[in-house]
């Protein structure tokens, strides 16, 4: 199946810092991406999708001025959590969607990123 | 809006026992139907979807599920479970190819040897 990487693959800063996560597919474009928050023995929640040269668009109750979403090309996106507090701490997963034939399509996962903000 | 449940959050099963992690939706349309499996601190992994078709879906690992249109179900089924079989897994609905996918909160299926 196709790869998508994300960097890093874990992080940790101080409160007030802003990190970015990197999403990448590796062989294949992608022209949707998805950023999901997992907590701890929770589900993925879909934070926010991301269509390339476009503004991402944010699910209910998500920060868009928090978590910045940018999908420069068809193979990155990016997520930048602004100002990070404790609260943020969480594992941050990407996906990215290949449609083929214009009906099947599935959703690749990157490996996750584990926020940390002490 | 579609949702999904899973009624078991953990399941304890014995190493070449079977098993099934059940899955019930909620839509009123049609929809296609996912299993994921993640391991520790890692993103996850397609097992099995359906699409459209055969009701009986056949995945990776021995795994496969069918889908059940009259109980709304998808349970995901392994006649014989292995160690490395000890993971979580989150079963997932979408109405489309250019619908969000909507994630069940998982079971965690532990294996004892």
């Known amino acids: 199946g196709a790869v998508v990487s994300q960097h890093p693959s874990w992080v940790i800063c101080k409160s007030g810092t802003s990190v970015k996560i990197e999403c990448r597919s590796l062989d294949f474009q992608a022209t949707t991406m998805f950023w999901y928050r997992q907590f701890p023995k929770q589900s993925l929640m879909l934070m926010a999708t991301s269509n390339e040269g476009s503004k991402a668009t944010y699910e209910q109750g998500v920060e868009k001025d928090k978590f910045l979403i940018n999908h420069a090309s068809l193979t990155l996106s990016t997520l930048t959590v602004t100002s990070a507090h404790p609260e943020d701490s969480s594992f941050y997963i990407c996906?990215?969607?290949?449609?083929?034939?214009?009906?099947?399509?599935?959703?690749?996962f990157g490996p996750g990123t584990r926020l940390t903000v002490l | 809006a579609q949702s999904v449940t899973q009624l078991d959050s953990q399941v304890p099963v014995f190493e070449e026992a079977p098993v099934e992690l059940r899955c019930n939706y909620s839509?009123?349309?049609?929809?296609?139907l996912f299993w994921y499996v993640q391991y520790p601190n890692q993103g996850l992994q397609l097992l099995l979807k359906?699409?459209?078709?055969?009701?009986l879906v056949k995945g990776i690992n021995g795994f496969e599920a069918e889908f059940n249109k009259s109980q709304t179900s998808f349970h995901l089924r392994k006649p014989s479970v292995h160690i490395s079989d000890t993971a979580e897994y989150f079963c997932a609905v979408s109405l489309g190819g250019y619908q969000k996918v909507t994630f069940g909160i998982g079971t965690k299926l532990q294996v004892i040897p």
């Open positions: 839509s009123s349309v049609s929809v296609y």
């Open positions: 359906y699409l459209s078709g055969s009701t």
């Open positions: 996906s990215a969607r290949v449609v083929a034939g214009g009906i099947i399509y599935e959703q690749f």
